[in-house]
C-alpha cells in the first residue's frame, strides 16, 4: 500500500523549459513534505521541502507547492537545466513520535534535453 | 566536511551467507538511519537510532536483520542467511536532531546481490 505515490516514471523536458513533478499522497498524518534527487551510484540528496501549515516554498530554480486537500504537491524547476537529469523523490513525514521516519515514493527520471 | 560514508560500495554473496554493511555518519549526527531500495522502487525505512540505541526498528523485515551503533557513530546492518530477495541497495543516513526542519544526509548505499 503506496502511501506516496509517484505516478510519473519518467519526464522529458528541453533545457529552459519547466520541469513539473507530481507527487501524491494519502496518509492524512503526513504534514511535512521533501524533495531527494539522485544521480547515479550517490545517495539521495535534499532538494527541498515544504511544511503543511505552507502552500508554497520556494528555493532559487525549484519551487514546492502543496494542496493539502487534495492531497498533492509538486515542484516545479524554473528553467530547467541538463545538470538537473536525476532521479527525483518524494517523501513524507509524519507529527508525533515518528517524524523521523521519511517515507518516500517510487521516483520519477527527469530527462533534460539540451 | 565529509559526508556520510558506506562500506563496501558493493558486495555480492551467495545465498545463505552472512553479510555486514557499515555507516560511517556524518561527525556529530546523533540520529542514523538504515533504508533499503529495491529495484524500481523508493527507499524504505528499515530502523533508526538516535545515539546508542535503536529508537525504532520497526522497518527491518524479519529476524534475520540487525543493526547496531555500539558507541553512537559508526553504525553496522547484519544480515544472516541472506536470500535472493535481500538484493537491493542499503542506504544509510544521519541527521543531527531529528525534527521535521532537519533533513537526513544520505550515503552513496551498498548494492547487496545476493546469488
Known amino acids: 500500500d503506496q502511501q506516496v505515490k509517484q505516478n510519473s516514471p519518467s519526464l522529458s523536458v528541453q533545457e529552459g523549459r519547466i520541469s513539473i513533478l507530481n507527487c501524491d499522497y494519502t496518509?492524512?498524518?503526513?504534514?511535512?513534505f521533501l524533495w531527494y534527487k539522485k544521480y547515479p551510484a550517490e545517495g539521495p540528496t535534499f532538494l527541498i521541502s515544504i511544511s503543511s501549515i505552507k502552500d508554497k516554498n520556494e528555493d532559487g530554480r525549484f519551487t514546492v507547492f502543496l494542496n493539502k486537500s487534495a492531497k498533492h504537491l509538486s515542484l516545479h524547476i524554473v528553467p530547467s537545466q541538463p545538470g538537473d537529469s536525476a532521479v527525483y523523490f518524494c517523501?513524507?513525514?509524519?507529527?508525533?513520535?515518528?517524524?523521523?521516519?521519511?517515507?518516500f515514493g517510487k521516483g520519477t527520471l527527469l530527462t533534460v534535453n539540451p | 566536511g565529509a559526508g556520510v560514508s558506506q562500506t563496501p560500495s558493493n558486495k555480492v554473496t551467495e545465498k545463505g551467507k552472512y553479510v555486514e554493511l557499515r555507516c560511517d555518519p556524518i561527525?556529530?549526527?546523533?540520529?542514523l538511519y538504515w533504508y533499503r531500495q529495491s529495484l524500481g522502487q523508493g527507499p524504505e525505512f528499515l530502523i533508526y537510532f538516535q545515539g546508542t540505541g535503536a529508537a525504532d526498528d520497526s522497518g527491518l523485515p524479519n529476524d534475520r536483520f540487525f543493526a547496531v551503533r555500539p558507541e553512537g557513530s559508526v553504525s553496522t546492518l547484519k544480515i544472516q542467511r541472506t536470500e535472493r530477495g535481500d538484493s537491493a541497495v542499503y542506504l544509510c543516513a544521519s541527521s543531527p536532531w531529528t525534527t521535521h526542519y532537519n533533513e537526513q544526509f544520505f550515503g552513496p548505499g551498498t548494492r547487496l546481490t545476493v546469488l
Open positions: 517523501a513524507a513525514t509524519g507529527s508525533g513520535g515518528s517524524n523521523y521516519k521519511l517515507t
Open positions: 496518509n492524512s498524518m503526513f504534514d511535512y
Open positions: 561527525s556529530g549526527h546523533t540520529a
